[in-house]
């Protein structure tokens, strides 16, 4: 196995995590503040249903996307009038990792504004700020940790996403293969030696994503 | 008859507490007196804005916030009211200078002489400015949060409960703090308390709320001690309360004397001009129906009886020593002095049952 091929299929594996964390971003801490700040009916069904693809066979999960991105599936129409292929491309990789990294983010993202006392928002709106003023100056810097601790999280869960992105993406070396389906690949082609390799770059990404969060992300109780 | 320059009318429920309240006063420095669980904090919240909106209609310091009929309902952002709740709650991802810009705007001048200047001043907080939030203590804590609130140039002040998180002996600086900082201002303030003690000496007028309902209003010495309001203030703690300043002082003692001219002998030696509030126990005022001789009571008073009032073995003796003060007594001493209204009695009070709470 060359060094360009690892090269290749770790730039990629990079590239889905960050793409994917990039377009979860936003609707997960949306998705957090509201399920932290409101009340509403159904809000257990609807925490519920986002941790489904965190708990649901990662392939029952890629079977759901498949049929939702396919040509064949209830929006296939709407694919094709658009002509966009996204079965079998690094896209629906990506799209893949978003799904099973979205569930991780927002409970990061909940648990980390649940616990900034909502005290500071409304102190803030009396000195003359927005509401949207008052997050972004205030609660969203005091449940940062908790918010970057979240996106972290995402970010290498979708590294290692295996089950979902095979079904959608396929294993197409150069074009969707990343290190999980990589390391797979080499094993079934006896290739030992590749996948020890790409093992040991993901445990490299891991470890080091993992000390980030563990070490000064980590939320330590409520922000005071 | 021109409009009240404040106006409070609110009607909330809450499951089970309802607050509804139409309250109106002109003086400038209102205190909110009430147990708690009454519904001060919610009332100071509905007159932020922080509650959903109901049939409000609020006027504060002459100017409309809240008028339901009018359809009109400023935004809490819009309302410029200086808020200090009662933690602080001192934004903790920044400083103590960080808080303040917050409120005063990025290019604030925290020197000169602006507002925010000059609270720096009157509040010393001066050497605070590069600590981080948590690094003050309670005392400090609530004198920035008090800062930050005037930093924003607010139409008026709203306190709630600023002393209740602070143990007693910083109690008595903050409310120093408080009362020059109230002094210097010529905004309207708000001054939630459930301490009768702080009750007396802050505010103007009192306006007394309990379980969502309006008591009583007026001066709160008057009050405090009128017969609708006393259970719940004797309830709460309610004492003597005197405000004097220094007249002459000594290496072991001084004297003040009250704007009535009664005068008294504190046990610590205070600068000459100093103000002073003092609480004094009903309990710890002795009365003596002849002149006392040689006693160590460093207070000896010469009082008139003007009111007796018994309740279950207790007596409370309104006497008129120059300031309106209350001895409690026990009914037998009543009945073995013979003590009526209009009697003459000498009302003895030692030097240190004289606590100074400002």
């Given amino acids: 196995m060359s060094g360009a091929e690892i090269a290749e299929i770790t730039g990629l594996t990079l590239r889905v995590g960050a793409v994917a964390t990039a377009a979860i ?12 700040r409101r009340s509403f009916r159904g809000k257990a069904l609807v925490q519920a249903v986002i941790a489904l693809p965190m708990v649901l066979p990662p392939v029952a999960v890629g079977l759901a996307l498949l049929l939702l991105l396919g040509r064949r599936g209830p929006l296939g129409p709407l694919w094709s009038a658009l002509g966009v292929e996204l079965v079998f491309t690094w896209w629906a990789a990506a799209i893949a990792a978003a799904a099973v990294g979205f569930p991780l983010l927002a409970r990061a993202c909940e648990q980390a504004f649940a616990a900034v006392d909502p005290g500071y928002e409304r102190l803030a709106r009396t000195l003359g700020l927005s509401p949207l003023q008052a997050f972004l100056r205030v609660t969203l810097p005091l449940a940062r940790r908790g918010v970057i601790y979240g996106a972290l999280l995402a970010f290498t869960r979708a590294l290692g996403e295996f089950g979902a992105t095979a079904l959608v993406a396929g294993i197409l070396p150069g074009r969707t293969e990343t290190l999980a389906l990589g390391i797979y690949a080499r094993v079934q082609l006896g290739e030992d030696g590749g996948a020890l390799a790409l093992c040991a770059i993901s445990f490299a990404i891991a470890l080091a994503a993992m000390l980030i969060a563990e070490s000064w992300l980590r939320p330590q109780g409520r922000s005071r | 008859m021109s409009e009240a320059a404040t106006q409070i009318r609110v009607a909330i429920s809450r499951g089970a507490f309802s607050l509804d309240v139409n309250l109106s006063w002109d003086a400038r420095v209102a205190v909110i007196f009430g147990p708690s669980g009454s519904g001060k904090s919610t009332l100071l919240e509905a007159v932020l804005g922080l509650l959903p909106a109901g049939a409000a209609r609020i006027r504060v310091g002459g100017s409309w916030l809240d008028d339901a009929e009018r359809g009109l309902r400023l935004r809490p952002e819009a309302r410029r009211l200086g808020w200090v709740p009662q933690h602080a709650l001192l934004f903790p991802h920044l400083g103590v200078e960080g808080n303040l810009r917050f409120a005063a705007g990025r290019g604030a001048d925290l020197s000169g002489d602006g507002t925010l200047a000059r609270a720096i001043e009157a509040l010393e907080i001066g050497d605070l400015l590069g600590r981080r939030a948590h690094e003050l203590s309670g005392g400090e804590r609530q004198r920035v949060a008090i800062a930050r609130a005037l930093a924003s140039r607010p139409r008026a002040l709203l306190l709630d409960e600023p002393l209740a998180s602070l143990d007693l002996p910083l109690r008595a600086r903050v409310l120093r703090h408080l009362l020059r ?4 201002l010529e905004i309207p303030i708000l001054w939630i308390t459930h301490d009768p003690d702080e009750a007396q000496v802050a505010g103007e007028i009192a306006v007394v709320i309990e379980r969502g309902r309006l008591v009583a209003t007026g001066p709160p010495r008057e009050v405090l001690w009128s017969r609708a309001v006393l259970p719940l203030s004797e309830a709460l703690g309610l004492e003597n309360s005197i405000d004097a300043r220094v007249v002459s002082t000594s290496a072991l003692e001084c004297s003040v004397e009250t704007p009535r001219g ?20 009903a309990h710890d005022v002795l009365l003596s129906a002849d002149p006392p001789g040689r006693v160590s009571a460093r207070n000896v008073l010469a009082a008139r009886v003007d009111k007796i009032e018994l309740a279950q073995g207790d007596a409370s003796v309104t006497l008129d020593a120059g300031e309106r003060l209350v001895a409690r007594l026990t009914a037998g001493a009543v009945e073995r002095l013979g003590l009526r209204p ?13 606590r100074r709470i400002a």
Avoid at chain 2, 262 to 281: H, T, Y
Avoid at chain 2, 345 to 352: E, G, R, S, T, Y
């Fill in chain 2, 342 to 354: 209009g009697s003459q009695v000498h009302a003895l009070i030692k030097a240190q049952a004289l």
């Fill in chain 2, 262 to 281: 009664l005068r008294l002998v504190l046990p610590v030696a205070l600068p000459i001009g100093e103000r002073v509030c003092l609480s004094l126990r």
């Fill in chain 2, 181 to 184: 900082m109230r002094d210097e």
């Fill in chain 1, 25 to 36: 971003l936003l609707p997960g801490i949306a998705t957090g503040l509201l399920l932290a």
